[in-house]
């Protein structure tokens, strides 16, 4: 037994030495007698808080991320605008400035847009990047903000004046189917008739004349500005011959100076518009049928079937009545001037006035011609198109 013992501590003495040879040789002691005297820090884990604070931040800089990303992706809001200085304009609704007084159009965005004194006009879309204005008669001024995404346009019968900031005037004559674009500041592109697909370019201090009865020149540079539209005491000069202003002196002649000879369909197209101006829409209203029984398949019997759906549309509130005067604008001029105008006017009559059948067919034919018209959003509602 005491040999037993003697030997088993004879193994443990063994064991002991060779485990201080093997911490000796690894040099494990003195790295740590030497931290001992260095008083160097354990390491630690860091704490579960600081591990969670760290994930936190992650989590909020992800979240401000998408903040920022929704805030450029969110749809912004359309303009708005003012009429004369009157509460929010409606889109659609007819304006037009009395004979001896301009009537300016102010927008959300800080475009501002003059109507000339006789002028015609409506807002016929509005976007969250610009408008889009027709031009029914007369002249305006207009100045445009750029903002770098600014989108407006200027329609004139079957012109088109896109603009992205600049400061411009646009003159359009129905009858003579012609525009004068004259720029102040920037640059615009008319497009239309003569004007090829590309349509031109009208760069500040030129000016553009254009008409669907000639050939359109190249811009040329204006002798001067035009005055601002809002400084105009009087209606602007027609964009016509000499011949288009003997209407308005034969209208007023004696009735002897009027059998001498007959008025022509043009002077009897002015004569109506003189009356619509005045607002004596019921002398306007008789002077339009007359030039379409006097001259029958004509382009002014035309023009006045166009001219008395604008009356019946905008002032008389009889929308079948519109609605069957633009279908007989666009049967005897399915390409005239004013094609695209009537058809879309006559979508939004039938439209209006319930007529659902004839608003699906007038609206299926519009999408064909114009799919980027101003009734085209109410067009594909209509037709049940994807927007």
């Known amino acids: 037994m005491g040999d037993r013992l003697t030997g088993l501590a004879r193994l443990g003495e ?31 884990r860091p ?6 604070w760290g994930r936190i931040a992650g989590a909020l800089a992800i979240a401000c991320s998408m903040v920022v990303a929704l805030a450029f992706a969110w749809p912004r809001r359309a303009l708005v605008f003012a009429v004369g200085g009157e509460a929010n304009g409606v889109v659609g609704a007819f304006i037009a400035a009395p004979a001896a007084e301009a009537v300016p159009i102010a927008f959300s965005d800080g475009t501002r847009i003059v109507l000339a004194p006789s002028t015609r006009a409506r807002v016929s879309e509005l976007g969250p990047n610009g408008a889009r204005l027709l031009v029914e008669s007369g002249r ?13 346009a200027v329609e004139a019968g079957p012109f088109e004046v896109r603009v992205t900031g600049t400061s411009f005037d646009v003159a359009w004559d129905p009858h003579a189917e012609a525009i004068v674009v004259t720029l102040t500041d920037g640059s615009v592109v008319v497009t239309g008739c003569g004007l090829g697909p590309e349509g031109r370019r009208v760069v500040r201090g030129e000016e553009l004349r254009a008409s669907c009865k000639e050939p359109a020149p190249a811009p040329i540079a204006s002798a001067s500005p035009a005055p601002p539209v809002a400084a ?60 379409r029984a006097r001259f029958p398949r004509s382009d002014a019997a035309a023009s006045a079937a166009f001219a008395l759906g604008r ?41 209006r006035s319930g007529d659902a059948t004839r608003a699906e067919q007038l609206a299926v034919r519009y999408l064909a011609a114009y799919p980027d018209g101003p009734h085209a959003k109410l067009a594909r509602k209509l037709a049940g198109a994807s927007p």
């Open 14 to 44: 063994e064991v002991s030495r060779s485990l201080e040879e093997a911490r000796a040789a690894s040099g494990g002691a003195s790295r740590v007698r030497l931290r001992i005297v260095a008083r160097e820090a354990p390491r630690l």
């Open 47 to 52: 704490p579960a808080r600081r591990l969670r």
């Open 140 to 152: 305006i001024h207009a100045d445009v903000v750029h903002t770098g995404r600014a989108r407006w």
């Open 311 to 351: 009356i019946a549309f905008d002032v008389r509130h009889d929308l079948v009545a519109a609605g069957d005067w633009f279908d007989t604008y666009l049967r005897e001029r399915p390409s005239g001037a004013y094609a695209r105008e009537a058809l879309g006017r006559a979508l939004e009559a039938r439209h």
């Open 232 to 291: 105009l005491p009087d209606a602007p000069a027609p964009i016509a011959t000499a011949k288009a202003t003997a209407p308005l002196a034969a209208s007023s002649a004696p009735a002897k100076v009027k059998a001498e000879k007959a008025p022509s369909a043009a002077d009897l197209l002015l004569e109506a518009d003189a009356a619509r101006y005045a607002g004596d829409f019921d002398r306007a209203a008789d002077t339009l049928e007359t030039v």
